[in-house]
């Protein structure tokens, strides 16, 4: 029998819900976990394909094998099997892997809130003004939001509407793609506005290398990077224009170890941004680990998921 956790619920929801879920220690035997455990337990919650293994082995001890049918790779089953560690362990007598008690209580802790969330689903209601589709349109100079998504759909549906927004308000607007992006970006913005062409040769809208605006000679220097952004609101503003609409995907920080280098970067800007200049941080949510949405939430003034729109100032 299958247990009831829905796999497609985003990493902001997990959080949500774990706040607020106090399983009951008789239970759950949470009681018997220290808190580096519970937090040891959300990390590997965090993941989704770390969710499946556990459900996986709720059922029943896996083999090898069985257990890469999920990963469909040998050597991303053995990272998240030791990203698992102290919940699941082998069995070398046997030659399977199972949940410890730790792991029991772990995936018991997922079944409660995820049950929670069920029933608090319908209950939520989100209104107009927490539209992640709009939200972004109404945010002026000096805002700092961050996204987080889960596809370039979404992603897309909230980039380029806040980008339009600022142009329609005198603003020069900069998107920052990955390298390998960067054409395609450009044909989906071409493809939905038939005017891209025209306001790139103006000026207007530049789409950039997020690699070579963040990265120099394989670093990533928080005060470099802070600094261009002053001297860029500059020179645009010199041209006649309001100020920056800016939105950046951040995926180099992460695919080159920078994520650390991130974090700082993102404290320099603070909550709210250096005169004549908004900002939107994108991020792909499975990349984030919960310390990292916390510090996201922390630094930003404004946070935009795939079911809502929040404002934390």
Not at 292 to 298: F, G, K, N, P, R
Request: net charge positive; with cysteine.
């Amino acid at each position: 029998m299958r247990c009831p956790v829905d796999n497609t619920v985003g990493v902001e929801t997990y959080t949500k819900v774990f706040s607020h879920t106090s399983p009951n220690p008789s239970r759950f035997r949470v009681s018997r976990c220290s808190k580096g455990s519970l937090e040891k337990a959300l990390h590997v919650l965090w993941h989704p394909i770390r969710r499946r293994l556990l459900e996986s082995l709720w059922e029943k001890d896996r083999s090898f094998d069985e257990l890469n049918r999920i990963c469909s790779n040998h050597g991303r089953l053995g990272y998240h099997l030791r990203s698992m560690s102290g919940m699941v362990i082998r069995d070398p007598s046997r030659k399977v892997y199972r949940l410890t008690d730790e792991g029991r209580v772990a995936w018991e802790w997922l079944v409660q809130a995820s049950s929670d969330y069920a029933k608090r689903r319908s209950d939520i209601e989100v209104t107009p003004a927490q539209n992640p589709f709009t939200y972004a349109d109404q945010l002026s100079l000096s805002d700092h939001a961050f996204v987080m998504y889960g596809d370039a759909d979404f992603r897309r549906a909230v980039a380029f509407p806040f980008l339009r927004a600022g142009l329609t308000r005198g603003m020069a607007t900069i998107y920052l793609a990955s390298e390998q992006g960067m054409d395609k970006e450009r044909r989906e913005m071409r493809r939905r506005y038939a005017d891209t062409e025209e306001l790139e040769e103006r000026g207007a809208f530049i789409i950039m290398s997020a690699e070579e605006w963040y990265m120099h000679r394989g670093r990533a220097s928080p005060d470099v990077i802070v600094d261009n952004w002053s001297k860029l609101v500059q020179e645009k503003m010199s041209q006649g224009y309001k100020g920056i609409q800016a939105a950046a995907e951040m995926d180099v920080f992460f695919e080159n170890s920078k994520t650390s280098e991130l974090l700082i970067y993102e404290k320099k800007l603070g909550r709210k941004l250096p005169q004549g200049l908004c900002g939107m941080c994108m991020y792909d949510a499975p990349r984030l680990e919960p310390g990292q949405v916390m510090s996201l939430i922390e630094t930003h003034g404004h946070g935009i998921f795939e079911r809502i729109a929040l404002g934390f100032l």
